[in-house]
């Protein structure tokens, strides 16, 4: 019943933009805390940035300033913005709903290279 849809990966050049967006259904949205993972190939999934249903948000240090997560309730939809992409950022990003759910989304390739 719980579903994460994620849209918006791809391929896109060192120093591109990229948004995801994670269209969530079958939960109380407004008071779930939402995050976006990834995961490089062998290696381990890692927190990218997470953002609290009052709207606090946290980012892995190698992503601050360059990366903005973002909610909008009235479309139960979350967001990464991504900018200034580097090689590093290359992986599979999961949308996560946190709270009682523990939902994960089906994931998004995000390829950048030149």
């Known amino acids: 019943q719980v579903q994460l849809v994620e849209s918006g990966g791809g391929l896109v050049q060192p120093g591109g933009s990229l948004r995801l967006s994670c269209a969530a259904s079958g939960i109380i949205f407004s008071i779930t805390a939402m995050g976006w993972y990834r995961q490089a190939p062998g290696k381990q999934r890692e927190l990218v940035a997470d953002i609290s249903s009052g709207g606090s948000t946290r980012y892995v240090e190698s992503v601050k300033g360059r990366f903005t997560i973002s909610r909008d309730n009235a479309k139960k939809m979350v967001y990464l913005q991504m900018n200034s992409l580097k090689p590093e950022d290359t992986a599979v990003y999961y949308c996560?709903?946190?709270?009682?759910?523990?939902?994960w989304g089906q994931g998004t390739q995000v390829t950048v290279s030149s």
């Open positions: 996560y709903a946190g709270g009682p759910y523990g939902s």
